[in-house]
């Protein structure tokens, strides 16, 4: 299939408008701390079985970052701790959607609930007690929402570096309406976003002949598709250079790049 592409008027290697060598995540290499909080309703609370599920698939994207990362010859670690895991953090505050007012203020409540006074502090406890350069955070909500990543732009950090500077997913135990459970690719998706991964997929039926040839030329991206086995999506060659496990960008890049911030 033939397909033709109408390049955006920016340079090939321009990043100048992702989430990359920003904030926590920078890029997807070296060693990263992950910092999983399990928190639920107080008329719902996490069980611990279903937390140690949660944490498994945590375990089952890390290693798919691993294997994708080895692609591009690239390496990448991952150090992991927990918070909430006897279930006894319930809170009725929680996100529901990347819309949510309180979804940028709601890392903080969480850190101080785990003991940190500010963002600054998390921060500084990883870079001394640990040999991690990076850092981010995935809020598991025992209630149904539209998982989403709330990476940091250029313009939060300039704005205030201290207020938003840690990298956060919000991740739930079921989609929206549904019985379907958050997976291990879901996860993977939205840490991606956090080193500055575009979302492939047609938002709102604005962008459909973007998502045709997305369709088309990266039918395996993690970033078009969640649904099924993790083992069977790969890091497109477009997020590889967005999250830097790829060096050299192309023009023809920029053609996909979405019109609007999306982090679903």
């Known amino acids: ?59 089952e994207a890390e290693r798919w970052l691993k294997m994708q990362a080895l692609r591009y010859n690239k390496q990448v670690e991952f150090v992991n701790s927990a918070f909430g895991s006897d279930g006894s953090f319930t809170d009725d505050e929680m996100p529901q959607n990347c819309d949510s007012p309180n979804a940028y ?4 409540k ?21 040999d991690c350069s990076q850092c981010l955070a995935i809020i598991f909500s025992n209630t149904k929402g539209r998982s989403f990543a709330s ?12 207020k938003y500077n840690l990298e956060c997913c919000f991740l739930y135990s079921h989609f929206t309406d549904s019985d379907i459970e958050t997976n291990a690719a879901a996860i993977a998706h939205e ?11 047609e938002l709102d039926n604005h962008d459909h002949d973007r998502a045709i040839k997305t369709s088309v030329m990266f039918p395996h991206s993690i970033m078009l598709d969640t649904s099924g086995d993790i083992w069977g999506k790969q890091i497109d060659e477009i997020n590889a250079w967005l999250v830097g496990l790829k060096e050299q960008g192309k023009d023809w890049y920029r053609w996909f790049e979405p019109e609007q911030d999306s982090y679903d």
């Open 191 to 201: 840490m991606l976003h956090l080193f500055g991964a575009w979302d492939l997929y």
């Open 105 to 108: 203020s709601y890392p903080s």
């Open 151 to 162: 990476p940091v732009s250029k313009e939060l950090y300039e704005y205030n570096p201290h």
């Open 1 to 59: 299939m033939s397909i033709r592409i109408r390049v955006k008027p920016k340079r090939a290697n321009d990043t100048s408008e992702s989430s990359r060598n920003v904030g926590t995540a920078r890029v997807l290499q070296g060693k990263i701390y992950v910092l999983s909080v399990f928190v639920g309703p107080r008329a719902h609370p996490w069980n611990p079985r279903d937390i140690d599920r949660q944490k498994q698939k945590v375990y």
């Open 110 to 130: 969480v850190l101080l609930k785990v003991g940190f006074n500010s963002r600054d502090a998390f921060i500084q406890w990883v870079h001394t007690h640990t």
